[in-house]
């Protein structure tokens, strides 16, 4: 769902299939393909050394930026997995690229439940957001 509403055009950038033409684009842009390609497009270009794919690569204001997006249904179990895999792009400290993970669900419930606890404090400083304000973000970098 989220590629989808990537690609309905709601963050207002051009959005590329090809590769190359998403190297020499200028101004924002957004890089469209499968979770495999964008992480091998990142391995190649970005330093990115997860051994998992992406589900966001753009470029705005001169700066590639990589995401991993995840909508958390529920508390812990395979949502906690969910929640470290995003969070481990953010933990990847080679990656030449502004790194961000885009929540929406129940991780933003107040309560003492690990995700909230994690995103309001060890990962406070982190660029850990929803899709509702990734626009904003992006035009801000």
């Known amino acids: 769902m989220f590629k989808r509403w990537i690609n309905s055009g709601v963050l207002g950038a051009p959005i590329y299939r090809d590769e190359k033409e998403f190297l020499r684009s200028r101004g924002n842009a957004i890089l469209d393909g499968s979770d495999t390609q964008l992480g091998n497009f990142a391995r190649t270009y970005l330093n990115y050394t997860g051994n998992k794919g992406l589900d966001f690569i753009a470029k705005f204001n001169n700066k590639y930026v990589v995401g991993e997006a995840k909508f958390l249904t ?5 949502q906690n997995a969910q929640f470290n895999d995003a969070v481990n792009l953010l933990l990847n400290k080679d990656v030449r690229a502004v790194k961000v993970a885009i929540l929406d669900g129940v991780l ?19 660029n850990i957001m929803s899709a509702l304000v990734l626009k904003h973000f992006l035009y801000k970098i």
Do not use: P
Not at 74 to 78: C, I, S
Not at 112 to 126: E, G, L
């Open 108 to 126: 933003y419930i107040k309560g003492n439940n690990k995700m909230y606890r994690d995103i309001t404090t060890k990962y406070s400083n982190y």
């Open 74 to 78: 529920d508390f812990g179990g395979h």
